[in-house]
């Protein structure tokens, strides 16, 4: 067998199915422009407010379970082991920072026909300057959010095929199908795929949970290998990993809760009741979910010991490549997962793309330079930054170098600044557009300024979190402050 062959694992027959797996979507998009309702903001944004509960459970879940998971959390449990199953509890934590605000920001919504989570800041502060910062921020952390989930459908296709196949291919190719259906259908297309997309996700994992551990003999043999071999990640954690843990509660809680895209499916759900009845059916998805790919990548330290720092990211696939090598079987089995591992990033990556077009053009384009616009408009011109947004985005991709972790805690050290808007401005009426901005800016300066001083982490917990303490001081503090006092300070 010569070089290029034992490195190319997929054969034809596997690549046709991907292949007709990816151009499905397309069609499918094409199906949700078909059944669209017109041409307005809510129909290609919101779906018309019409999901159901199955549609909103697996379009929440596979937007949540994303690249990240399957090659980021393998990633990191390969470096520092059996710790990394506190990434349970931070996946719980978001289901909870959801019940903490989500039916009642998703009852407002509908009776104020809120579209983005910038109109929802507009209507209940009434600040030009803190929608305006808010929805840069988030347009952020989505740009970024997207940019990792490119990063890893490259470390996907160059682990699969032991770089035979450079990673900026797989971008190049993931992203145009990606941007196609979502211009074609808005959110009703990106729902209907999410739908599939998470179908296979779920099936992916459950098949890595019976696969993956006897490569090396089984979950208690790979404990036993890694208590001899590397025992710090079979260790308990030191009392600053610990913080650590806390810190990721933190930033997965108020984070991945405001995702604006999550914030949107909350606005695109048919109900309140069909809202909660998706959320706790959600509460069950870590353990198909985080705690796999933990066991997955704690399994690739003994089964690939060797691969180098910059390789981590790419150990699920490596995985993959050798189960493919032992049988028919386990070749098709792989062929499954890895369209469910396209499916987790392209569900993510398509969710992301759509709400940063909507904040573009409603939050920005039309407050800014168009305010006459009408809403056909307003779609066709959010159309169009879909696809400037993904160029700029896979031409980033195929530069960075940074892992997938650390893409995703930069995204939450700012993204979380927002917090206070949702978890506070539902509840405490006395809460003032100055006093969110001001604590907002001042969270931002802490997070940011210790990260560039070189203090990431603090005692364990993250910059961005202890931003956010500030962050939720201030608020605090211009909330308990006499109404004069606050008038005065404001003046």
Known sequence: MGASESQLTFG?????????YLFSTIGVGWLARRSSRGHSLSDHYLAGRSLGFLALFLTLYSTQYSGNTLFGYTGISYRIGFSWTASILFMFSVITGYLLFAPRLVALSRKKKFITPGDYIAHRFGSPRL??????LMIYALAN????????????VEGLTNGAVPSAYGIITLAIIMVVYETLGGMRSVAWTDMIQGILLLSGFLMLLFMVPGLAGGLPAVVEHLSRIDPAKVEVPTL?????????????????AIYPQAIQRLYASRSTRVLKRSLALMTIMPFTTALIAMICGVTGSVVLPDLAPGETDQVLARICSLIMNQSTEGYWLVVLIFAAALAALMSTADSALLSISSMVTKDIYQVYFRPQSNEAELTSVGKWCSWIIVTLLVVIAIGTEKTLIRLLELKFEVLIQIAPCFFLGLYWKRLRG???LTGMVAG????????????????GFHAGVIGLLVNFGF???GVLLPTSQRQTRTA
Do not use: H, K
């Open 131 to 136: 929608t305006l910062l808010s929805t840069l």
């Open 240 to 256: 600053e990993g610990c913080m650590n843990w806390i810190s990721y509660v933190f930033l997965f809680g108020f984070g991945a």
């Open 444 to 459: 931002l300066l802490v997070g940011l300024g210790l990260t560039w001083l070189g203090y990431p982490r603090v005692w």
């Open 145 to 156: 959010y997207t940019l990792a989930q490119l990063r890893a459908i490259g470390a996907a």
């Open 12 to 20: 034809w027959g596997a690549l046709t199915v991907i292949a007709l």
């Open 475 to 477: 608020c605090l503090v």
């Open 434 to 436: 100055e006093t969110v």
